[in-house]
């Protein structure tokens, strides 16, 4: 495919350099920013601004931020004469952002990388093996599908009306994961453990959750219905590292509801709202999280 993409950020960047890498050419980087004019240089193309007529090319990457899709389509839409189709990458935003692309010809999709894209030379790296989802009509859909293969991913089909849920639950794949790590790691430091020590079970349980199924992975107490165990670890957490208070019931009865055990109304008992407790946040950390 000969591929243009506007706005090569983290996400653009990294499709553009992964598609090279699959033997697809590149035949217009189009954006203002100085790492932009970097990736141009790396990938030996012309870096050209938005609004400068669009090269022949068989697929347009509009990956600008979701707010300025509908209006870079109208801005593009005139220029594009001799494209064939466009994608965004958006998991969220309906194809309808595009429009203006379709009514000027173009067949119109999205294409979105289910994968945490930091940079675009880490991103290239990690999209092989990755899942994309994949809205667009059928004979688009078909030729994205192949394209996304072409680059080592692995495609899934999502429907235009369920994108919204579809983010919402990578989200929760790939940031709230994140959030809970974040108050294990308080807890460990007020325990006076190094939380790198968790790492090795973390990677096993995320490994197990997926390979065994999310009920059958579960270890630990709750598993076992082990009441007294959750009672004291939960008096423990609430005199030693109080800021998590909160953040451990919740974990704790969800815990008790995926696993499904007989006793798990006493450990939703056991879970209620600690003593005085507020919604107020704990002490920032390095990181800037909330404890």
Same mark, same amino acid.
């Given at each position: 495919?000969?591929?243009?993409?506007?706005?090569?950020?983290?996400?653009?960047?990294?499709?553009?350099?992964?598609?090279?890498?699959?033997?697809?050419?590149?035949?217009?980087?189009?954006?203002?920013?100085?790492?932009?004019?970097?990736?141009?240089?790396?990938?030996?193309?012309?870096?050209?601004?938005?609004?400068?007529?669009?090269?022949?090319?068989?697929?347009?990457?509009?990956?600008?931020?979701?707010?300025?899709?509908?209006?870079?389509?109208?801005?593009?839409?005139?220029?594009?004469?001799?494209?064939?189709?466009?994608?965004?990458?958006?998991?969220?935003?309906?194809?309808?952002?595009?429009?203006?692309?379709?009514?000027?010809?173009?067949?119109?999709?999205?294409?979105?990388?289910?994968?945490?894209?930091?940079?675009?030379?880490?991103?290239?790296?990690?999209?092989?093996?990755?899942?994309?989802?994949? $809205? &667009?009509?059928?004979?688009?859909?078909? /030729?994205? #599908?192949?394209?996304? +293969?072409?680059? !080592?991913?692995? %495609?899934?089909?999502?429907?235009?009306?369920?994108?919204?849920?579809?983010?919402?639950?990578?989200?929760?794949?790939?940031?709230?994961?994140?959030?809970?790590?974040?108050?294990?790691?308080?807890?460990?430091?007020?325990?006076?453990?190094?939380?790198?020590?968790?790492?090795?079970?973390?990677?096993?349980?995320?490994?197990?959750?997926?390979?065994?199924?999310?009920?059958?992975?579960?270890?630990?107490?709750?598993?076992?219905?082990?009441?007294?165990?959750?009672?004291?670890?939960?008096?423990?957490?609430?005199?030693?590292?109080?800021?998590?208070?909160?953040?451990?019931?919740?974990?704790?009865?969800? $815990? &008790?509801?995926?696993?499904?055990?007989? /006793?798990? #109304?006493?450990?939703? +008992?056991?879970? !209620?709202?600690? %003593?005085?407790?507020?919604?107020?946040?704990?002490?920032?950390?390095?990181?800037?999280?909330?404890?």
């Amino acid at each position: 495919m000969k591929i243009a993409v506007v706005g090569p950020g983290r996400a653009g960047g990294s499709l553009a350099v992964a598609a090279r890498t699959a033997g697809h050419e590149l035949v217009g980087l189009f954006g203002r920013h100085t790492r932009n004019q970097q990736l141009a240089d790396r990938l030996g193309v012309r870096l050209r601004l938005i609004g400068e007529p669009l090269p022949e090319s068989d697929l347009l990457v509009v990956a600008v931020r979701d707010d300025a899709l509908a209006e870079v389509a109208v801005t593009l839409s005139p220029l594009a004469g001799r494209v064939r189709g466009a994608i965004h990458l958006s998991g969220l935003t309906s194809v309808r952002a595009l429009d203006p692309l379709r009514d000027a010809g173009l067949a119109t999709g999205s294409f979105h990388p289910l994968q945490t894209l930091a940079g675009w030379n880490a991103g290239s790296r990690a999209l092989p093996g990755a899942y994309v989802g994949i $809205t &667009a009509a059928e004979d688009w859909a078909t /030729e994205l #599908e192949s394209f996304a +293969r072409s680059m !080592g991913c692995r %495609p899934i089909r999502v429907a235009d009306d369920r994108k919204a849920l579809y983010h919402a639950a990578g989200g929760v794949a790939a940031n709230y994961v994140a959030a809970a790590l974040c108050v294990a790691e308080y807890m460990f430091r007020e325990a006076d453990v190094d939380p790198a020590a968790a790492r090795p079970m973390v990677e096993q349980a995320v490994a197990n959750a997926f390979d065994l199924g999310f009920r059958e992975s579960l270890t630990g107490p709750i598993s076992r219905g082990d009441l007294g165990t959750v009672r004291r670890q939960i008096e423990a957490v609430d005199r030693h590292a109080p800021a998590a208070s909160e953040a451990f019931r919740v974990l704790t009865r969800l $815990t &008790a509801q995926l696993a499904g055990k007989v /006793e798990v #109304e006493e450990i939703l +008992r056991l879970a !209620g709202r600690p %003593p005085g407790a507020s919604p107020s946040r704990g002490p920032a950390t390095e990181g800037g999280g909330p404890f």
